[in-house]
């Protein structure tokens, strides 16, 4: 039942956001055709960095999106990233899909961006190190925004950073509390616009 009142509050945030800025001032820049991003991203906790444990590795992997425009400022995002490390002897590789909005407001050489996404993410099976079958499936949603720096025409450079949600659980378990579920997600790399 929870993850049904995740999926209404993200369809109402993506809905409000698109009400309220789609009657935004559009730019030449942000009505440009679509936009790849792949780049370096950088997740600030591992899965099972819990209160007890000592461990609180960060993970390194990447990030690619696609955006496309729908009206005025705002673009339909699609968006996947994966990442790699171990916390507590336990391998951590978590893979988020996310499809939402973004809102673009071109200033100068840059364009600042929005974001609201929500998806599903999916973590390897042996993710916690301990007994019993941890969840490896899980409703995720990101919030955040970054800057575009124009290079070129057809060429930017992004750095980004985003608040990411996820409900990893673990069996019952007198001993573990408090198991992360908000994370700091930075990312960095090239815009190619098409």
Same mark, same amino acid.
């Given at each position: 039942m929870?993850?049904?009142? =995740?999926?209404?509050?993200?369809?109402?945030?993506?809905?409000?956001?698109?009400?309220?800025?789609?009657?935004?001032?559009?730019?030449?820049?942000?009505?440009?055709?679509?936009q790849?991003?792949?780049?370096?991203?950088?997740?600030?906790?591992?899965?099972?960095?819990?209160?007890?444990?000592?461990s609180?590795?960060?993970?390194?992997?990447?990030?690619?999106?696609?955006?496309?425009?729908?009206?005025?400022?705002l673009?339909?995002?699609? =968006?996947?990233?994966?990442?790699?490390?171990t916390?507590?002897?336990?391998?951590?590789?978590?893979?988020?899909?996310?499809?939402?909005?973004?809102?673009?407001?071109?200033?100068?050489?840059?364009?600042?961006?929005?974001?609201?996404?929500?998806?599903?993410?999916?973590?390897?099976? =042996?993710?916690?190190?301990?007994?019993?079958?941890?969840?490896t499936?899980?409703?995720?949603?990101v919030?955040?925004?970054?800057?575009?720096?124009?290079?070129?025409?057809?060429?930017?450079?992004r750095?980004?950073?985003?608040?990411?949600?996820?409900?990893?659980?673990?069996?019952?378990? =007198?001993?573990?509390?408090?198991?992360?579920?908000?994370?700091?997600?930075i990312?960095?790399?090239?815009?190619?616009?098409?």
């Amino acid at each position: 039942m929870s993850i049904r009142r =995740d999926w209404l509050l993200l369809i109402l945030l993506l809905v409000s956001t698109a009400s309220v800025f789609s009657q935004a001032a559009s730019s030449t820049e942000s009505r440009q055709g679509n936009q790849l991003f792949v780049g370096y991203s950088f997740f600030s906790n591992s899965f099972n960095g819990h209160a007890s444990a000592t461990s609180h590795t960060p993970l390194n992997g990447w990030e690619a999106s696609f955006t496309h425009p729908l009206s005025g400022a705002l673009r339909l995002k699609f =968006d996947e990233s994966g990442y790699y490390g171990t916390s507590l002897s336990s391998p951590q590789h978590p893979l988020f899909f996310l499809g939402g909005v973004e809102y673009v407001r071109p200033l100068g050489k840059a364009s600042f961006f929005l974001e609201g996404l929500g998806g599903y993410g999916h973590l390897n099976s =042996d993710w916690w190190g301990g007994e019993g079958p941890a969840t490896t499936s899980s409703f995720t949603a990101v919030g955040g925004g970054g800057i575009d720096t124009r290079m070129s025409a057809r060429l930017a450079f992004r750095v980004q950073a985003d608040l990411q949600y996820a409900n990893f659980t673990i069996p019952t378990n =007198d001993q573990i509390h408090s198991l992360p579920n908000y994370f700091a997600r930075i990312s960095a790399g090239p815009v190619f616009r098409f």
